[in-house]
Nanobody
Framework: QVQLVESGGGLAQAGGSLRLSCAASGPGHIFSRYAMGWFRQAPGKGRDFVAGIRWSGGTYYSDSVKGRFTISRDNVKKTVYLQMNSLQPEDTAIYYC???????????????WGQGTQVTVSS
């Protein structure tokens, strides 16, 4: 079992920036071996993919955030980050950190999520 705890959400104005963090813990989860990702869910909508980072470090993004968001990871701190720049109102959502449940899998298949952190962007 792995615990994922997101932080860093809050209020921002259009054009602003936020940095989300997700700390992973659990004895059965060797962080560096697993792909990590970020998803988001707006009111009345399903959970959508935002960004992913493979265990080997490669990154990939939804077209809606490419060029504005950057995902990164620190394998020593067991933390994944999402730097969000040029925020727009349509980015308003609950953001969830996710992990793959199988080590070294590529492409990833995410199977566990944290509790989420709210991001609200005003115009």
């Amino acid at each position: 079992q792995v615990q994922l705890v997101e932080s860093g959400g809050g209020l921002a104005q259009a054009g602003g920036s936020l940095r989300l963090s997700c700390a992973a813990s659990g004895p059965g989860h060797i962080f560096s071996r697993y792909a990590m990702g970020w998803f988001r869910q707006a009111p009345g909508k399903g959970r959508d993919f935002v960004a992913g980072i493979r265990w080997s470090g490669g990154t990939y993004y939804s077209d809606s955030v490419k060029g504005r968001f950057t995902i990164s990871r620190d394998n020593v701190k067991k933390t994944v980050y999402l730097q969000m720049n040029s925020l727009q109102p349509e980015d308003t959502a609950i953001y969830y950190c996710a992990t793959d449940l199988e080590a070294y899998r590529e492409p990833p298949y995410f199977g566990s999520w944290g509790q989420g952190t709210q991001v609200t962007v005003s115009s």
